[in-house]
């Protein structure tokens, strides 16, 4: 196809968890979401096709932060041909609107790592025929807690004593292809670790774990930024010990914090148009200033190194005083959350996202069967699994087997369990994971991002469907009326 540029009018663009009213222009040459002023001011360029979107919604292209497998090929299993495989699983992938997404190893021993994380970095060669980009592997153990093991076999479960233990596992050089790891902070010397990934650009969240509140904080203060399917595979919440989910209670120290939503648009920049299904605001979390001593306490405190006063101290004061000041609070942590209906309750969802929305990301957490047709499946412990849409049992029980959603159903469900609104739902599976994972030109519709977007229908009960997929300004799926 030649190189076009195409102007979407008459839609209501995704834009800092509204819906607004406007034209959105992407090339397909650059690929990227580009400036109808600039094109046609400055370089003298018309749009080559004006699609008239008559009210659809236009969003960023979904980003999936994880999945386990789709259209019958597992991440986490050797395959002679998994290269062949993987490829054409992103060229499924994206009909469902999923644009980029970091595929997830689930706990393996070291050689299927060393077999298959070659495949799975990031892809740069900006095709949109190629379908998903992956934005790297999401390694979901094996340093997890075998008491919050989940479906992982617990065999293949370690801790981590040193670096070397990391190396050893994933292989050394294939630590260049992993986006994020899921890992029990509490276990081994896993939490001492998280800093050397950070500083490898490695996301690090916190999953299947038995940590306290305090080990979930110290993790967090180490470098921690993500929470693992939230509720799930972890320490129950305690009116004592609020464990891992405690964290998204907690108030920042610091005046701004990465979690927090981009700054909204004003109505004197930009009118705005709500959705047939009126999207509630957004609580942005205003950290408090440290607590200090009232001007009726003036004294000096205690040096933080400890040492003694040199000057007298009054009978009249208190005894107690400061040692050292509490370190930091750390932000919120970004975490994800399994709107499939089997995994949590709706009620839990609703208080999760309460309590921190602009850090709530949508995952499925889908199983291989993802993609394929309803049916009987034979498992890979002998056991057969039943498929009936998004739901999958086990033949000789009837014992819930995992999910086989997609995104937008997740999206679907979310927005009618919670009440947040389309356009909030809708962020929770595009600004909000582009942000956990840094990336800086997917998951919004600014001049400069990628051109990867989704045309949707919104019906009269607020329910959502996909109408057309674009990957870098081309057409991918669907047809154009």
Known sequence: MSAQITKFTNGLLLKDGQLELGDLWVSSDSGKIISPQSAFYSSGKTPDRVIDLKGKIVSPGFIEVQLNGYNGLDFAKQDPDFDQKFRAVRKELVKSGVTSFTPTMTSSLPEVYHSNLPHLGRNTSRTASEGTDCLGAHVEGPFLNPCKNGIHTPEVLRKAESWSDIERCYGKDNLRNIKYITAAPEQGKMTSLIPEF????????????????????????????????????????????????????????????PTQSPKQMSPAQSPVIKSKRPSSPVPHSNPLPRRTLSSASSRPSTPRDGSRRTSPRSSLSISTSINSLPDPVPDPPFFGLISDGIHLAPPTLKIAYAAHP???????????????????????????????????????????????????????????????????????????????????????????????????????????????????????HGQVA
Not at 198 to 214: K, L, M, Q, W
Not at 425 to 452: F, H, Y
């Open 358 to 476: 602009t850090g709530a990301i949508l995952v499925t957490d889908a199983m291989p069967l993802t993609g394929l047709p309803d049916g009987v499946y034979s498992w890979t412990n002998g056991e057969n699994i039943i498929k009936q849409g998004s739901l999958l049992t086990l033949e000789k029980n009837g014992r819930i087997a995992g999910s086989a959603i997609d995104l937008l159903s997740c999206v679907n469900n979310f927005v009618s369990w919670t009440g947040c609104g389309v356009a909030e739902g809708l962020r929770a599976v595009t600004d909000t994971p582009a942000r956990m994972l840094g990336e800086s030109r997917k998951g919004r519709l600014d001049i400069g991002c990628d051109g990867d977007l989704c045309i949707l229908e919104e019906d009269a009960d607020g329910k959502l469907s996909l109408e057309q997929v674009w990957k870098y300004g081309e057409l991918v």
């Open 198 to 257: 950070v500083n490898r650009d490695i996301i690090y969240s916190t999953g299947h774990s038995d940590a306290t509140f305090e080990q979930a904080q110290e993790a967090l203060r180490a470098g921690a930024t993500m929470v693992t399917h939230m509720f799930n595979a972890m320490r129950p919440f305690g009116h004592r010990d609020p464990g891992i989910f405690g964290l998204l209670g907690q108030t920042p120290s610091r005046p701004s914090t």
